[in-house]
């Protein structure tokens, strides 16, 4: 099965600066790879994916990039603001049949004020 | 966007009562849902695949007799936690696919606490 590997677990930045979180995944066959958001308590909420035949996505702040052959993508949020503290997840699916979810393992992000 | 629902909240209950969960999708039909457990500070694990009209797929270490799932329409799914013990005390949350392409709507989360 898929296994989807995150680091760093913990980051702190200061307001305004960038983080970066990175994930692996182990199945070539995945295809689609979503990042969340959760806040304590609260579900995951959806903040930017790409699917295997893009190789960035930018929404404002945030962007991820995908590397196929190396099979690893990459969040980067730029001039982080004190909200953006939470817990984020990487994701990978192989879409395509209503394939199931293996999450990272988590990085929580800190802006420091 | 699609809505799931999850009903309750939060429960308490006693060590050795049964629980049930409820995920609902609001406004669209969900031939499959998905429930994950998630304890704190780690993340959502699979534990189940909820396949309507026929039996869930559950994941490896995770005990069917224990955590048994029913999706007996396209919008709902229940998940009960039998004789539940402390340590089944966890963030339970369901998702459901819309389409085939993978995105994922998740219910808000069911806090089950055991004593």
């Known amino acids: 099965g898929e296994n989807v590997e995150q680091h760093p677990s913990t980051l702190s930045v200061q307001e305004g600066d960038s983080a970066v979180i990175k994930c692996t995944y182990s199945d070539s066959a995945s295809n689609y790879f979503p990042w969340y958001k959760q806040e304590l308590g609260k579900r995951p909420q959806l903040i930017i994916d790409?699917?295997?035949?893009?190789g960035e996505k930018k929404d404002q702040r945030i962007a991820v990039t995908l590397n196929k052959t190396a099979k690893h993508f990459s969040l980067h949020i730029t001039e982080t603001q004190p909200e953006d503290s939470a817990v984020y997840f990487c994701?990978?699916?192989?879409?395509?049949?209503?394939?199931?979810?293996?999450f990272g393992t988590g990085t929580k992000l800190q802006v420091i004020p | 966007g699609a809505v799931v629902s999850q009903h309750p909240s939060w429960v308490i209950c006693k060590s050795g009562t049964s629980v049930k969960i409820e995920c609902r999708s609001l406004d669209f039909q969900a031939t499959t849902m998905f429930w994950y457990r998630q304890f704190p500070k780690q993340s959502l694990m699979l534990m189940a695949t909820?396949?309507?009209?026929?039996?869930?797929?559950?994941e490896q270490g995770v005990e069917k007799d224990k955590f048994l799932i029913n999706h007996a329409s396209l919008t709902l799914s229940t998940l009960t936690v039998t004789s539940a013990h402390p340590e089944d005390s966890s963030f339970y949350i369901c998702?459901?696919?819309?389409?085939?392409?993978?995105?994922?709507?998740f219910g808000p989360g069911t806090r089950l606490t055991v004593l």
């Open positions: 790409i699917r295997s035949n893009v």
């Open positions: 998702s459901a696919p819309r389409t085939s392409e993978g995105e994922q709507f």
């Open positions: 909820s396949n309507e009209g026929s039996k869930a797929t559950y």
């Open positions: 994701a990978a699916i192989l879409s395509g049949g209503y394939q199931k979810v293996t």
